[in-house]
């Protein structure tokens, strides 16, 4: 004969079972998808604009990824700041993406301008003066814009979590799935 099977491992089967999509969570996650999609698509162009000034080498993508980072570091922690002083998540993120919106919009005539119409960049000062001015472009042309889309994956977070029905972990782990899927789709779109 086999043991009865103790309650508490039944209940776990059922914690288990993967809980539905609310329909109060679709936009959120709908708005994690193209955030993804966004995000790493901007990357990408930007990688391609910069190699028309730059060899196209490591030192180029690497400048161009730790500035994005940087800036979606910094706008994310912006974000936090916003959200604990009490802002509504929802015109946080609509307030931060309106703007993005228009960074990257100007972002090529800035580039343009900075570039001095796609000049090459100078290698005057040697690879330190080179490095430095690659480096001060791209803060100046990717700073901004990727700073305020940056506002949007912990404004998305927060709205998700506030929306959980059942279980929040859950929630934010859709959310971040379906934000990963978004990238991955971003940097193929924008690569072909």
């Not at 100078?122 to 003066?129: I, M, R």
């Not at 430095?132 to 506002?151: D, N, Q, R, S, Y």
Request: no cysteine; hydrophobic share 55%.
């Amino acid at each position: 004969a086999q043991p009865a099977e103790p309650v508490a491992s039944a209940v776990n089967r059922k914690e288990r079972r993967p809980a539905k999509t609310n329909a109060t969570e679709l936009p959120v996650l709908w708005l994690a998808l193209i955030s993804g999609v966004v995000t790493f698509a901007l990357q990408v162009l930007w990688n391609r604009a910069f190699a028309q000034v730059h060899e196209n080498s490591m030192y180029s993508f690497s400048v161009i990824v730790a500035v994005i980072i940087f800036a979606l570091a910094l706008g994310a922690q912006l974000a936090r700041l916003g959200l604990r002083r009490g802002m509504e998540p929802r015109r946080l993120i609509g307030g931060a993406w309106m703007l993005a919106g228009l960074a990257v919009m100007t972002g090529p005539w800035l580039f343009l301008g900075l570039s001095d119409g796609l000049a090459y960049l100078s290698v005057g000062g040697g690879w330190t003066g080179h490095a430095l001015h690659l480096i001060g472009l791209a803060t100046m042309v990717l700073l901004v814009p990727m700073a305020l889309l940056g506002f949007g994956l912990p404004a998305l977070m927060e709205q998700a979590g506030r929306i959980a029905v059942v279980d929040a972990g859950r929630t934010l782990g859709r959310l971040l799935a379906v934000n990963v899927t978004g990238s991955v789709v971003g940097s193929l779109v924008a690569g072909f």
